[in-house]
């Protein structure tokens, strides 16, 4: 007969299974983490993967949004309701219970993924960054949950300053698949008719690679700032943030190099090199 122990390392072990699988590139950085930090963070993987695959799935917008509002009910219900066999839940609900990682970022995200159902669009950068702040800086305040920081002050501002970094630079990476295949267009209005580009990320390929590269910069900028978090933090989970953002940040110098690349392809970086980052980062090399 298995225990409640017995339940909740299964569960553990089927959220590392998801964020092994499915964390192309975060999973460099969650396994620099030890013990009960690496399966907390495999457990914010999956909810979040989960979460994801409900805004990119192919069903009816409304029933999209009525999913993600019972995911919305799950984590009101976490920790004090018994979440049935789910393993992602029954590992978060757990993860929840061993360390202060704030339910709200996990509503936030949830918010995120609702505005993707709408396909709403961005006027200014400032609009798009409130989208960021919810789908990847959110990410980065439930880790700091996980990780903790001697500066509880600014940390969790440095975590959404870097989470819209990354979130930035998975919008350019994406620029064709999200228009084409999801119809979103995320870059900012205002930019697009800066640059002499037409409100769906189209025109003349000068102006693209222009504008590309303008937004390159603020993800940069950004970077430089959120990077901060990282003195904030212990070696393992500095390691983990420095690995994550390492290989986002040669994403995206390799988009800066040739921006219309990202008009042909899907732009990566090479396991190897994922790899290399990540050996680097726990030898305390940094980002």
């Known amino acids: 007969m298995s225990t409640s122990t017995d339940r909740v390392d299964a569960a553990y072990a089927r959220c590392e299974q998801i964020t092994a699988h499915e964390a192309k590139n975060f999973a460099y950085g ?56 789910d393993p992602v839940l029954v590992a978060l609900g757990d993860a929840l219970g061993r360390f202060p990682i704030p339910r709200g970022a996990l509503h936030e995200l949830v918010t995120g993924c609702e505005m993707d159902c ?33 500066d509880p002050g600014r940390a969790p501002g440095l975590a959404d300053t870097l989470g819209i970094a990354l979130q930035v630079t998975n919008i350019l990476r994406d620029i064709v698949e999200d228009r084409d295949v999801m119809g979103r267009i995320y870059l900012p209005e205002e930019d697009m008719r800066r640059f002499g580009c037409a409100l769906d990320a189209s025109g003349p390929r000068e102006a693209l690679v222009d504008l590309v590269r303008f937004e390159a910069g603020r993800a940069r900028h950004r970077y430089a700032d959120g990077l901060g978090l990282l003195e904030l933090l212990d070696h393992r989970s500095r390691a983990c943030v420095a690995a994550m953002a390492g290989i986002y940040l040669r994403l995206l110098g390799r988009i800066e190099r040739d921006p219309l690349a990202v008009l042909e392809r899907r732009v990566s970086v090479p396991t190897w090199e994922k790899a290399w980052v990540a050996t680097r980062s726990l030898t305390g090399a940094g980002a």
């Not at 009525?66 to 009101?76: G, N, R």
């Open 30 to 85: 969650i396994r620099l983490l030890s013990g009960e930090k690496r399966r907390a963070m495999s457990a914010l993987y999956a909810f979040a993967r989960r979460v994801d695959d409900v805004g990119d799935g192919p069903v009816a917008t409304a029933d999209k949004l009525a999913t993600l509002a019972s995911i919305h009910v799950q984590i009101d219900e976490l920790g004090n309701a018994q979440p049935g066999d």
């Open 118 to 150: 709408r396909q709403q669009r961005y006027e200014t950068f400032e609009d798009l960054a409130v989208y960021c702040r919810c789908v990847a800086g959110s990410i980065g305040r439930l880790s700091l949950g996980v990780f903790s920081s001697t």
